[in-house]
Nanobody, 115 residues
C-alpha cells in the first residue's frame, strides 16, 4: 500500500515562508510524477505544482516566482518551498503521486497565512 505523508504546514504571517515535505512509502517514487494541490474553504482543489520523474516542472500562475518544487529520489520525498506567502495561499495542501496510471493522495497539511 502506497502511503504519502505530508509535513511542514502551519501558521505564518504574510510575506513569510514555509517548506512542505511529502514522504512516499514505496519505490514508485522514482518513476512517479509528484504534485502539490491545495483546497481553500468553499473552493475546489487546485493544482499548485508538479515535478516529473525527469524533473520537468509546472507551476500554477498564482504561485510562479514564489513557490519552488523539488524532489529527492534518495529520500523518496518531494518538497514545496513557499516564499512571499499571501493570505490567499491559505488552504489545505495535498501531496499527489501518479505512477503506472494510478494516483495516490496524502492526508493534507494546513497552511494558514494570517497576521
Amino acid at each position: 500500500q502506497v502511503q504519502l505523508v505530508e509535513s511542514g504546514g502551519g501558521l505564518v504571517q504574510p510575506g513569510g515562508s514555509l517548506r512542505l515535505a511529502c514522504a512516499v512509502s514505496e519505490s514508485i517514487f522514482s518513476i512517479a510524477t509528484m504534485g502539490w494541490y491545495r483546497q481553500a474553504p468553499g473552493k475546489e482543489r487546485e493544482l499548485v505544482a508538479t515535478i516529473s520523474s525527469g524533473a520537468h516542472i509546472y507551476y500554477a500562475d498564482s504561485v510562479k516566482g514564489r513557490f519552488t518544487i523539488t524532489r529527492d529520489n534518495g529520500k523518496n520525498t518531494v518538497y514545496l518551498q513557499m516564499n512571499s506567502l499571501k493570505p490567499e495561499d491559505t488552504a489545505v495542501y495535498y501531496c499527489n503521486a501518479v505512477a503506472m496510471l494510478k494516483g495516490y493522495w496524502g492526508q493534507g497539511t494546513q497552511v494558514t497565512v494570517s497576521s
